[in-house]
């Protein structure tokens, strides 16, 4: 039995691994052809629509002027372009550094959450937005986020141009990616979510995910589904799930770009994470129900590969450890043998193989420091992801069983 667990386990980790593979060479070839229909398309950005900013902040005192500066410097008609600073339950200065900006740009508003809105998590915060908004497309920036003056632009482009898109996503960067190793170690994961999850899933499914920012979605669309769910904590993946079911792609485009803070110390990161990893374990919940009632396959597809990550694969690998580190101690019949050293070895290589080309797609990442911090994020980074998925999955069976209610979950901001 246990010879046949490990077998399992290997299994579970092999097909991981090698579907991302596949996803490194799709990401690869989108980097390589994603600008040619630009010329093409800029050709149709005469008539442009009115676009709706939405920044929901709760106590961003400390990045917010910089978000709000790069907002000023958009390169998109101002008299078609509206900054909705959504001031949620701040006891900072949130409120009052954005008014300042408010009084010198007449396109940049500060508005106040109404009780029935206040205090209940980013998405209720977004909720409130929306209806205080009036643009025809709904960009939704983090509030520590530094966009390029060309991105909402560049997200408008993609919508008038791909009318299946229900939404466009865009590229983010890291601001603080050579603070500390932590910083170092997650610059160089967002960089793999992009090009692998992101651009691969675009190249082979025409799939792709909504991310928490960088992000349009057409008015009508949003508004047909009653907003964001405010049950979610990754309120992002729940909402593309309801999207493609309405019959629409997300395209990632990733000539629209913004920069963002990253977590500096384990401890911020770990309550960031653990935040994601509840949110899409609740979208696996919520959907796998619902799994062969849902009219659009592709995303059929995309939920079994949330469930495969966050529930079978890490069981794979907390099942392959565990067993290995029991037969150390307890002889359970366990035959490991030099073909699992050998199949060890080859999904360590496999590893660093496909992180360190998709690093070279960020020509400036691909370096000899990276190099060596690859190495170093299997036998770091990528094991304590395994803690945090348990931990997380114990949080929101915790959330679900007792009805718990969904708070704001601020990632702290460093100057």
């Known amino acids: 039995m246990a010879n046949i667990l490990f077998l399992f386990s290997l299994v579970m980790i092999w097909v991981m691994l090698l579907y ?4 490194m060479q799709g990401g690869f070839w989108h980097f390589m052809t994603f600008r040619n229909p630009i010329p093409e398309w800029s050709k149709h950005m005469q008539d442009l629509p009115k676009v709706s900013v939405l920044i929901p902040a709760h106590n961003e005192a400390v990045v917010v002027a910089a978000t709000l500066r790069a907002m000023s410097r958009i390169a998109y008609p101002h008299d078609k372009l509206e900054v909705l600073l959504i001031n949620d339950n701040s006891s900072d200065r949130t409120g009052e550094i954005a008014q300042q900006f408010a009084d010198k740009y007449a396109f940049i508003h500060v508005v106040q959450t109404t009780p029935a809105y206040a205090g209940r998590g980013k998405s209720s915060a977004l909720n409130y937005g929306l209806t205080q908004s009036t643009g025809d497309v709904i960009v939704v920036y983090d509030a520590d986020n530094t966009p390029e003056k060309d991105s909402v632009y560049h997200l408008v482009m993609g919508l008038l141009n791909d009318p299946k898109a229900g939404a466009v996503v865009g590229k983010f960067r890291v601001t603080n990616a050579y603070e500390t190793l932590l910083t170092r170690l997650i610059n160089i994961e967002t960089i793999c979510f992009q090009w692998m999850a992101q651009a691969g899933r675009w190249k082979w499914f025409n799939i792709a995910t909504i991310p928490g920012t960088n992000f349009a979605i057409r008015r009508s669309i949003i508004e047909e589904l009653g907003g964001w769910d405010e049950a979610a904590l990754a309120e992002d993946t729940e909402l593309t799930i309801r999207v493609y079911e309405l019959g629409w792609h997300i395209r990632f485009f990733p000539a629209a770009i913004t920069w963002e803070q990253e977590p500096q110390t384990l401890n911020v990161w770990w309550k960031q994470r653990t935040r994601w990893a509840r949110g899409n374990q609740y979208v696996v919940l919520k959907f796998m129900s619902q799994l062969f009632s849902l009219k659009r396959k592709k995303i059929v597809f995309d939920i079994i590969y949330f ?15 565990s067993l290995f580190v029991l037969n150390l101690f307890i002889d359970i019949g ?4 030099n073909i699992t050293l050998i199949l060890w070895i080859l999904a360590f290589l496999l590893f660093v193989t496909e992180v360190f080309v998709t690093l070279s797609i960020e020509r400036s990442e691909f370096n000899a420091q990276n190099f060596f911090t690859v190495i170093l ?3 770091t980074y990528s094991q304590l992801w395994i803690l945090l998925v348990i931990y997380s999955l114990y ?14 979950y601020k990632t702290d901001r460093f100057d």
Do not use: A, D, P
């Open 307 to 321: 469930f495969f990550t966050y529930f079978l694969f890490f069981f794979g690998v907390i099942l392959s450890n």
């Open 377 to 379: 994020m299997y036998f």
């Open 334 to 337: 366990l035959e490991v043998g």
């Open 20 to 23: 991302h593979m596949f996803l």
């Open 395 to 408: 949080l929101e069976t915790k959330r679900i069983l007792f009805n718990q209610e969904v708070k704001w």
